[in-house]
């Protein structure tokens, strides 16, 4: 059984710039992984979620050339781990998202960007994106398996 990381706190800001989206991506990894309840497998999606809502944060912080830092913050509960991606880019209206073809259908090829907030619900159990001029913040949730005694 790992350490457990259940009522604890990690936050990481880093500069808005492609390289250090692999350095969010460990300390989230770190903190999954510290506590045997969640699988490599989820572990690993989670990576690839944060991946996007990071490099999604970049991107808009490029958009509106902002200098600001990107903060990911990560909480533990006994049930769950949460994932908070927030940026201070100009912001965008989720709801406007086109809807993308089904994986299977030979359209999807035809969409060459805005793949991953789709992505991103694909992989994790909860995401929540709040987003205005200020700003976005996406919250993303993994749900602990619990294990039988």
Do not use: W, Y
Request: net charge negative.
């Amino acid at each position: 059984m790992g350490v457990g990381v259940a009522g604890q706190v990690v936050e990481l800001e880093i500069p808005a710039r492609p390289e250090f989206v692999a350095l969010a991506r460990m300390v989230v990894a770190a903190m999954a992984s510290s506590d045997a309840n969640l699988p490599d497998d989820r572990i690993d999606d989670l990576k690839i979620a944060v991946s996007e809502a990071c490099t999604n944060a970049i991107e808009a912080h490029d958009a509106v050339a902002a200098d600001e830092r990107v903060v990911v913050r990560c909480r533990a509960d006994q049930q769950t781990l949460e994932v908070r991606i927030e940026d201070r880019g100009g912001g965008f209206d989720p709801s406007t998202l086109p809807e993308h073809p089904p994986v299977t259908d030979p359209d999807r090829l035809k969409f060459e960007r805005g793949l991953g907030i789709p992505l991103i619900r694909s992989l994790v159990d909860e995401v929540e994106i709040k987003s205005s001029s200020d700003g976005t913040a996406v919250r993303m949730v993994m749900r602990r398996e619990i294990l039988e005694p």
